[in-house]
């Protein structure tokens, strides 16, 4: 891309990261992908910009403590990630999301809340491990990957495109961003797209 990536990674991405440190893993998809935006980066070669609204901040901070991380260590997780928003390539402060969530016919207000701060940030793409909240009747799904975990057992992945004005966003698991990057794939939307298509289009080898 010759503009950096605007990129919104849900909450549920945050922490795990946090989740993962504690375990001592190291290299998952989750902190690869908190390694990339905290450095500006994305990929090997383009730069990312990070998208993050203080309602999902104050959301964090409030899942975080929920899980008995020491406050001091909250404080300075969620401090760390509006620093990676405003001083990011473009220099973003992080949204006040005072309205836009109703535009969107989502179960869970919190995540029409994330989907509006992706629209009002004009975000390229947001990742969560939370796909099925993120489909209404406005979004174009596509199958990517059916993947097995010891937490959630074998399911099938999906993208997620919405086309609203003048902003295309698509929505993705870690594992197929990560994936994507590893396939050298274009992150410009409308590229992108055509890119996922073309990839689940293959017939499978068995």
Known sequence: MNRPIRVLLDVNIWVSN???????????????????????????????????????????ETVLRRRDVEPDRVRAYCESIVDFMRYGPEALDPYLILGGAERFPMADTEDAGVLATAFGGHADLIVTDNL???????????????????????????????????????????????????????????????????????????
């Open 18 to 60: 946090v989740i993962a440190a504690d375990r001592g893993y190291n290299g998952t998809a989750n902190q690869s992908l908190v390694s990339m935006v905290s450095n500006n980066r994305w990929g090997l070669g383009d730069k990312s910009q990070l998208i993050v609204s203080f309602e999902m901040i104050n959301r964090l």
């Open 132 to 206: 099925q909240d993120f489909v209404t009747k406005d979004a174009e799904v596509v199958d990517t990957q059916v993947i097995s975990t010891v937490a959630s057992g074998s399911r099938t992945l999906q993208a997620l495109r919405y086309s609203v004005a003048d902003t295309n966003l698509i929505i993705a698991h870690p594992f197929d961003v990560m994936n994507w990057m590893r396939l050298g794939f274009d992150f410009s939307p409308d590229n992108l797209w055509d890119l996922i298509h073309d990839q689940t289009a293959k017939p499978k080898v068995s």
